[in-house]
T-cell receptor, first 114, second 110 residues
Framework: KAGVTQTPRYLIKTRGQQVTLSCSPI?????VSWYQQTPGQGLQFLFE???????NKGNFPGRFSGRQFSNSRSEMNVSTLELGDSALYLC?????????????FGPGTRLTVT | GQQVMQIPQYQHVQEGEDFTTYCNSS?????IQWYKQRPGGHPVFLIQ?????EVKKQKRLTFQFGEAKKNSSLHITATQTTDVGTYFC??????????FGDGTTLTVKP
């Protein structure tokens, strides 16, 4: 089976811009979660989508949003970028959902905000 | 909310020495998962523990789940340079979402 894919792998944006990241889960996996990883904050949960519905949400401002399509592919959007949004954004897919099932992470999108 | 605490934050060992990282939760966990992230890579699932007192081995790695299901450990025997990376534990948090510990970064000196 193909693994989790994320595009783009690297991105440089300017403060105030918006960005959309894409994630394609493992075939058959219906749950997609997004995480922000920074050196100082570790892995921070953003949100989880399951069958096109947001099932869980972390403590991030409303500038962070996401969606999931009928083929389980997911996108996350960050509007009005701030310098502090520079991070590695990881997507993880799971068969049914996080917490009870192992997650398979994609390679991540490295976002740099200047 | 539920927190998963992991110690130590960093561990530097000489190749061949043993290594242990500990994970503690403030609440009882239904399961705990362990992941490894190599430098420049992404987290990779290692194992999931479900039963109280469970012990599982993967070659030189030994995973334990505490009797009270509030703590877990990962022990590596005779570390090798290939063991370098950050080891995360993760437990099911509120509403079923995963809560990751801050990780233990292992460096191995050849």
């Amino acid at each position: 089976k193909a693994g989790v894919t994320q595009t783009p792998r690297y991105l440089i944006k300017t403060r105030g811009q918006q960005v959309t990241l894409s994630c394609s889960p493992i075939s058959g996996h219906r749950s997609v979660s997004w995480y922000q990883q920074t050196p100082g904050q570790g892995l921070q949960f953003l949100f989880e989508y399951f069958s096109e519905t947001q099932r869980n949400k972390g403590n991030f401002p409303g500038r962070f949003s996401g969606r999931q399509f009928s083929n389980s592919r997911s996108e996350m959007n960050v509007s009005t970028l701030e310098l502090g949004d520079s991070a590695l954004y990881l997507c993880a897919s799971s068969l049914v959902g996080t917490g009870a099932y192992e997650q398979y992470f994609g390679p991540g999108t490295r976002l740099t905000v200047t | 909310g539920q927190q998963v605490m992991q110690i130590p934050q960093y561990q530097h060992v000489q190749e061949g020495e043993d290594f242990t990282t500990y994970c503690n939760s403030s609440t009882t966990l239904s399961n705990i998962q362990w992941y490894k992230q190599r430098p420049g890579g992404h987290p990779v699932f290692l194992i999931q523990l479900v039963k109280s007192g469970e012990v599982k081995k993967q070659k030189r790695l030994t995973f334990q789940f505490g009797e009270a299901k509030k703590n877990s450990s990962l022990h590596i025997t005779a570390t090798q340079t290939t063991d370098v990376g950050t080891y995360f534990c993760a437990g099911p948090g509120n509403a079923g979402k995963s809560t990751f510990g801050d990780g233990t970064t292992l460096t191995v000196k050849p």
